[in-house]
């Protein structure tokens, strides 16, 4: 019997609200200022394969593409109607991307097939179970050697910070973000070189941007 998908939390809490997605993002966040910094951490070379996993409109999906367009990158999200977005973009922006519908934590990809996954704004989503089968099949995705990039909300970086994020605590699973967890997260997964590598204050809270490496 085919299995029905999997639950999920849509980009903005509720289907509706998905189209308004890029613009509240322009709007709320410094989109391009940390999206532009993760794309600098992950040190890409000409030969890399990319997942952007939960890739929402593809907005760093196609920053990655035009920044570095040897490599080969695709973009997976678990929502259909994110993605008939994403295409759109991806159309306009003339660039070669492979967009597939999936769930971050049953990755439908072989063993040891990327290069680096870098995921934005998704942990958050995610109940605990799910964080740790998403960095497990993060790493199980992964080349020996190969690198994780995450951002997403983090521990508070001031009293400001902390008092958004005991707002953003009323939504659960969020928690583990901001007591901190993610980083023994990763290392439960398998991973090392675990690095908190910056950190931005946000009208939603502390936004930290990780990586972390594959043994290999
Ligand atoms: C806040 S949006 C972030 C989108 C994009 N990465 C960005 O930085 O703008 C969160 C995205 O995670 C996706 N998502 C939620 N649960 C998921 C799952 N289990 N697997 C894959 N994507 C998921 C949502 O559909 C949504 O597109």
Redesign the pocket.
């Known amino acids: 019997m085919p299995q029905p998908p ?1 639950k ?5 809490g509720f289907k509706f609200l998905t189209p308004l ?1 890029d613009l509240v ?1 322009r709007l709320t966040i410094r ?1 391009l200022t940390f ?1 532009r910094r993760l794309i600098e951490q992950m040190r890409l070379e000409k030969s890399h394969r990319v997942l ?6 593809a ?2 999906t196609i920053l990655i593409k035009k920044t570095y367009p040897e490599v080969e990158i695709i973009g ?4 259909p109607k ?1 993605l008939d977005i994403a295409r759109l973009k991806v159309k306009k922006a003339g660039v070669d991307i492979k967009l597939d519908q ?4 049953e990755l439908p990809y072989p063993d040891n097939f990327f290069d680096r996954v870098v ?4 942990i958050h ?2 109940t605990h179970e ?1 964080k740790a089968r ?1 960095f497990r099949e993060v790493f199980r995705v992964l080349k020996p050697g190969g690198e994780m990039h995450i ?1 997403d909300f983090g521990k508070p970086q001031n009293v400001l910070m902390y008092l958004i994020s005991r707002f953003l605590g009323l939504f659960e699973d969020t928690l583990d973000n901001i007591k901190g967890l993610l980083p023994e997260m990763f290392r439960e997964a398998g991973f090392e070189e675990v690095e908190e590598t910056t950190r931005y204050a946000t009208v939603f809270g502390t936004l930290s941007l990780y990586r972390a490496r594959k043994p290999g």
Do not use: Q, R, W
């Open positions: 999997p999920f939390i849509p980009a903005l997605y993002m989109e999206k952007d996993s939960g890739c929402g409109t907005t760093l997976l999200d678990i929502d994110i999936g769930s971050a934590f995921s934005s704004l998704v989503h995610l799910n998403t951002a």
